[in-house]
Every structure is written in C-alpha cells, then in structure tokens.
C-alpha cells in the first residue's frame, strides 16, 4: 500500500519510510502503544476509520486508543469513552481500548462501568485534568486499576513538572500495577529511568520524545522497557517509528531488541 503512506506524508518522506520498513524486521506487526480517537479542545480530531486507514497505510496491526482532552466530557468522560468503545467494536482486532477519566470529579461509577464492560486500560492526563500524580484521589485511582489488574498510561511529557518524586510511592506499593510512561518521562527522563529501573511492570512510550531525550533513553534503560508509540492526531506514525528506530541505533541498541521496542514489549499485556 505504498501509495497510501505516500499520501499520509506528502511525499516528502519518501527515504526515510524505506529507512524505517528495512529496519522493522520481517514479520513483526508493529504494535502503537499511544493513539487517540474523538475530539479535542484544541479541535484536533481522528475517527476510528481515520486511524485504521493510517494504520493500515504504514502496517501498523495494532493500537491502544483512547479520548483525547473532549469538550464533550462533562464531569465523567463517558461520552468520549463510548466514542473509543464504538470503534473498537468496529475494529477488534485493531484497536486495544482505554478510556479516561477526571480524577478530581467522582469517578467509581464510570470506572466500574468501563472495566465492566471490557476496557482494556485507563488513561490518565494531569496537564489537561491538572492534578499532581501524588493527589490523594490519583493515588486511590492506581490502586483501584493495580486491583483490577488495569493497565494505566499517564501523560508524562510535556509541561509536566513532577513525575518520579510522586508516582515512585504508588509503584513501589502496588509492584503488580501495569503502568506506561506516556512519553517516556521526558523531563525527568534520566532519573525516572534509575527510579524504574527495577520496576519491570513500568514502560516508557516513546511518542513525539524530542530526540535528546529518546537518545537518552535509549542510553539508560533496558530495550525490554521501551514500547513505541505515535501519539496520533499529534504524531504521525512514519516519523515518531523512524525517530524511535533512529534514537535506538544511535544509543547502539542491537536490531534483536527492536522487536520488543516496536511490538513484543506491549503485546505481552494485550495477547
Ligand atoms: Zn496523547
């Protein structure tokens, strides 16, 4: 379908698409661990049809998706949770869905009726929601999913201030809690790589990671940690797989660790 991915990046990345499909081993299904589906405030959007046209277009078998920042969440984000749901229905085999929530408004009921209903994880954002991760309602939240055995993506990216200092307490109580590090920890890249280390149920997301950081991480945490991500609408996934694959040769990654980093890593909570 290379006309398709043709089309996704203009033609303007061309090269660096061959660079990217030679290093993607043969037979690996590549596996995106960060997507959106809905509407943001911003006015960003993606269909569940728009991801797996992009998707398809670039081989990519799999995707946890989840909302974005909705105008339309209300106090309980169930509407842009039902979004996610529908396209999952639509598309199975495709997509691995997480909703989300506001920590600071009452959230038992929505959560109950998610894990209910076969949401696969919980999306959390506390740029957007503002909430610091040691807030006592945050931490009520993680052991809430470590309970249910839900895996948990937190925005640690941009903006964000505190990331190891607060969330290492709620790690280190709840060591079975399934946790990915949405954007890698960027900010604080280096010390939460130390904090983590011994954390095996903790991963860093690689999505739209400037690329000093990514080379940082790269340099400091085992390849068996690290699973890729897009970020779409924000990121495309010819760019964020082609500076993940390049930032892991750059730090001398060996090619036998790429299958993990762009598919087996996260797969193995999703089988
Ligand atoms: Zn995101």
């Not at 280190?172 to 149920?201: K, T, Y």
Request: charged share 25%; net charge negative.
């Amino acid at each position: 379908m290379e006309h398709d991915i043709e089309a996704l990046t203009s033609g303007a990345m061309a090269s660096i698409w061959s660079w990217v499909q030679a290093k993607i081993p043969a037979g690996i299904e590549v596996f995106d661990a960060h997507a959106h589906i809905g509407t943001d405030i911003d006015g960003r959007t993606m269909t569940g049809d728009g991801m797996r046209e992009r998707m398809e277009a670039a081989g990519v078998k799999k995707s946890i998706v989840f909302p974005l920042n909705d105008p339309n969440a209300r106090d309980d984000y169930s509407g842009p949770n039902d979004v996610v749901w529908n396209a999952y229905e639509e598309h199975p085999r495709s997509f691995v869905p997480f909703f989300r929530l506001n920590p600071h408004l009452d959230y038992d009921r929505e959560f109950a009726r998610c894990v209910e209903r076969g949401f696969m994880g919980l999306k959390l954002h506390p740029i957007s929601q503002e909430f610091e991760l040691d807030d006592p309602k945050v931490v009520r939240l993680f052991g809430m999913a470590a309970e249910v055995d839900l895996p948990v993506l937190i925005h640690a990216g941009f903006a964000m201030q505190r990331i190891v200092g607060p969330l290492l307490p709620t790690v280190e109580a709840h060591p079975g809690l399934r946790l990915i590090l949405g954007h890698s920890a960027m900010v604080e890249v280096l010390s939460a790589a130390r904090a983590f280390e011994d954390h095996q149920n903790v991963l860093f997301e690689t999505s739209v990671v400037q690329a000093k950081d990514l080379y940082e991480l790269f340099s400091s945490v085992d390849p068996s940690r690290v699973c890729y991500g897009s970020d779409i609408p924000y990121g495309d996934l010819p760019s964020t797989l082609h500076s993940t694959l390049a930032a892991a040769e750059a730090a001398g990654v060996p090619d036998e660790a790429l299958p993990g980093i762009i598919s087996e890593n996260i797969r193995r909570w999703f089988p």
